[in-house]
């Protein structure tokens, strides 16, 4: 079974552009697609609308925008962190910003890589093809 891919990021449109670039990449996975840090949260540790008997499976990997409303992908990304269940989940935060501050708090806080997101579809495109390439096909991780 294919473990799904956590994107987090409230822009519609950066949202189709990477689901659609999940497509063309042939990636089998599924993509759940939540708007904010609270519902990457939620979902990684089965609250709110993701509560039941047990929480979701892990992603293989979360891909996490870096300014997000509610919480922010650094934020996220230090709860993740903090807890047992997702400690050694790969955590690749993608966003817009340019600014070495953001880089370096991410590293500071465990972000296994950083991508800046191109503007160019085609570019994004093959940005998403070696994530996939690496993070679902070529990464080993701890088992839970």
């Given at each position: 079974m294919n473990k799904p891919i956590l994107l987090a990021e409230d822009n519609p449109d950066d949202q189709e552009l990477a689901l659609r670039a999940f497509r063309k990449s042939n990636l089998s996975n599924d993509i759940i697609v939540v708007n904010d840090g609270m519902e990457a949260l939620d979902y990684l540790f089965g609250r709110g609308?993701?509560?039941g008997e047990e929480p979701p499976p892990l992603p293989a990997v979360?891909?996490?925008d870096l300014k997000m409303?509610?919480?922010?992908?650094l934020e996220v990304l230090q709860e993740i962190r903090a807890q047992e269940?997702?400690?050694?989940?790969p955590v690749v935060l993608l966003t817009s910003s340019k600014e070495e501050q953001d880089i370096a708090q991410g590293y500071r806080l465990g972000v296994n890589s950083y991508v800046r997101k191109p503007v160019d579809f085609n570019e994004f495109l093959k940005a998403i093809q070696q994530?996939?390439?690496?993070?679902l096909i070529l990464n080993e991780v701890p088992e839970a």
């Open positions: 609308k993701f509560s979360a891909l996490l409303p509610r919480k922010t992908g269940r997702t400690r050694f989940l994530l996939g390439l690496y993070w």
